[in-house]
């Protein structure tokens, strides 16, 4: 397992060595998707020596305590085994929207999830993440999942995400739904799950996702207020799924979340500085009766500014550095020819687009990387 890890995975110290220089040259895209891929799914130390006491913050802590892994539970671990490798090499990865996972070394039913909010969204380049723990009646009734990025229980950051953590969604059996869509424990599974959190609840307009809510979609009155509630989640994701998770990273993804906002930092600035000069527009219009907008456009410049501090701060994460050295190399070849009349892209219109376009979810990794669940000391059936 420690030759096959080391050479696919993040190193203790977070390093991927030698990554950069083989991507001298690539795409944003490309560059972010190669570099995080190898992030996406690991297991690792949750407990301490005595194997009981958790070392990571968890909300499920409490309950561990009754639900150990004995004979009686061998159906749920065979079970547990499967969802393990299908998520090692099937989650969702983008350079829009992507999905990482931390497995317990100790225990098959400890897991941590960390979504990147999709493009086009509220939560557009935040990073949220979800504790997930599998009961004793595993799979009978589905897996428990608490946000735990929630501004420290103050922020609703969707109808279907309240500021106690608790996510509703019908396949996890917290909110009413057709039979078809509740959990069933033979075809139903994890993956499921986070594809359903990543697609249906981090959209672009959340605030339909409010019951009886989508029937004034398309008026004026429905729309104003969903601009209005957009305005207050792109702040709260600015302040609680950038400024928080670099100020003090989880634990288990710091890793992800120092190479996430290195690699995005500059789109991130367009993201913010397109959202405040859109708001600005929406309070000028509606002078006089837009308070609450106000407000949030307020807060959104206060956090930005907070961020751009931040990422002055940021150091390129080890094992990065020819890869950014060759991307400012480009960068300035590109400015020199513009600056003489030519279009390094060879188009007649101009530079080209950026290149970061939402991508479908990928289904499948490296054939390698599919082999790691096999070598998992977690796997003790």
């Excluded at 500021?163 to 969604?169: A, H, I, S, T, Y």
């Excluded at 907008?293 to 002055?312: D, P, S, W």
């Excluded at 150091?315 to 020819?322: F, K, N, R, S």
Aim: hydrophobic letters at 35%; aromatic letters at 8%; a negative charge.
């Amino acid at each position: 397992m420690a030759s096959l890890q080391a050479g696919l995975l993040a190193d203790a110290d977070g390093t991927v060595d030698g990554l950069g220089a083989s991507l001298a040259g690539a795409s944003e895209e490309r560059r972010y998707i190669e570099i995080l891929r190898l992030l996406q799914f690991d297991s690792i130390p949750f407990f301490g020596e005595n194997g009981t006491s958790l070392t990571v913050p968890y909300h499920y802590e409490s309950s561990l305590l009754g639900a150990k892994d004995t004979g009686v539970l061998a159906p749920r671990t065979r079970r547990l085994a499967q969802e393990v490798v299908t998520l090692s090499n099937s989650l969702p990865i983008s350079s829009s929207s992507s999905v990482f996972v931390r497995t317990s070394e100790e225990r098959l039913d400890v897991m941590k999830v960390l979504i990147t909010g999709p493009a086009d969204t509220p939560y557009q380049n935040g990073c949220f993440e979800f504790d997930v723990w599998f009961p004793t009646d595993y799979p009978n009734s589905p897996m428990h999942v608490n946000l735990q990025t929630t501004g420290n229980h103050t922020v609703r950051f969707n109808p279907n995400l309240y500021n106690d953590g608790k996510v509703c969604l019908s396949v996890l059996n917290t909110w009413h739904g057709r039979p078809e869509e509740r959990w069933n424990a033979e075809t139903s599974s994890f993956l499921q799950v986070i594809v359903s959190m990543q697609s249906l609840i981090l959209v672009s307009e959340p605030y339909f996702n409010e019951p009886g809510y989508e029937r004034s979609r398309g008026t004026a009155a429905g729309q104003q207020a969903s601009k209005e509630y957009d305005a207050n989640i792109r702040q709260a994701t600015v302040r609680w799924a950038m400024l928080e998770q670099l100020r003090r990273p989880s634990p288990v993804f710091a890793d992800v979340i120092a190479r996430h906002f290195w690699l995005k930092r500059d789109e991130i600035s367009k993201q913010i500085a397109g959202w405040i000069a859109e708001t600005e527009t929406l309070v000028e219009e509606q002078r006089g009766t837009a308070r609450n907008m106000a407000n949030h456009l307020t807060a959104l410049k206060r956090h930005f500014q907070t961020l751009k501090e931040e990422f002055k701060k940021m150091t390129c994460p080890v094992g990065l550095e020819d890869s950014e050295v060759n991307k400012e190399n480009q960068e300035e070849k590109k400015g020199s020819q513009v600056g003489e009349g030519t279009n390094p892209e060879g188009d007649s219109e101009g530079p080209s687009a950026s290149t970061d376009t939402q991508q479908a979810p990928s289904s499948s990794q490296d054939a390698t990387v599919a082999q790691l669940p096999a070598h998992f000391n977690v796997l003790k059936l």
